[in-house]
């Protein structure tokens, strides 16, 4: 089965701090994604990394960064938290490349609270 | 922009119920259609339908691909309370990205 972790499942923090969100994957999946997910707006994708250093913006992209320094580690990064960033945050991998048409498996999600 | 729309967004049935999900697409070139079901947490993977693969069936779970009329359906029959979750639908295009609606809220009452 595939194993997708994030490393919190909540998490507080105050405006402005700068706030990582862990996840890893233990399928040696290529592609790597970080979804945002609230009530009336469904999934947005932040961003998406297809391999190692390789990373491209997803729809909703502004205050997040992304770091992927090794194939089963993605990292979402918000630089200088704000209140508007509060939300349940998915991970999650696939095999294939960056045109795959595999399914993608998703971690539990970190419920992020920025007060 | 492509586009996902599901409905109804909640439906609550009894336990025994047969219900019927439903998803349609507005998109530029299709690829595939997925089906997620979430519960408290992760989303887990149920089908993807493509043009090869126009239906697919799990036990209780159907889903079936029209791609002439750009939508797909997802049933569940004789529903049990651990059905209840939110089903989420999302389509693939040329590309990685996955396009989702906004989820149908299933709760089965027993």
Not at chain 2, 9 to 38: A, I, M, P
């Amino acid at each position: 089965d595939v194993k997708v972790t994030q490393s919190s499942r909540y998490l507080v923090k105050r405006t402005g701090e700068k706030v990582f969100l862990e996840c890893v994957q233990d399928m040696d999946h290529e592609n790597m994604f970080w979804y945002r997910q609230d009530p009336g707006l469904g999934l947005r994708l932040i961003y998406f990394s297809y391999d190692v250093k390789m990373k491209e913006k997803g729809d909703i992209p502004e205050g997040y960064s992304v770091s992927r320094e090794k194939k089963e580690r993605f990292s979402l990064i918000l630089e200088s938290a704000s209140t508007n960033q509060t939300s349940m945050y998915l991970c999650a991998s696939s095999p294939g490349d960056r045109f795959s048409n595999q399914p993608q498996h998703f971690g539990d999600g970190t419920r992020l609270s920025i007060l | 922009e492509d586009k996902v729309v599901q409905s109804p967004l909640s439906l609550v049935v009894h336990e025994g119920d047969t219900v019927t999900l439903n998803c349609s697409y507005e998109v530029t070139n299709f690829r595939s259609l997925l089906w997620y079901k979430q519960e408290k947490k992760a989303p887990t993977f149920l089908f993807m339908l493509t043009s090869s693969g126009i239906e697919k069936k799990s036990g209780r779970l159907s889903s079936i691909l029209d791609k002439k009329e750009l939508s797909s359906i997802l049933n569940i029959t004789a529903t049990q309370t651990g059905d209840s979750a939110i089903y989420l639908c999302a389509h693939r295009a040329g590309n990685y990205k996955l396009t989702f609606g906004k989820g149908t809220l299933l709760t089965v009452n027993p």
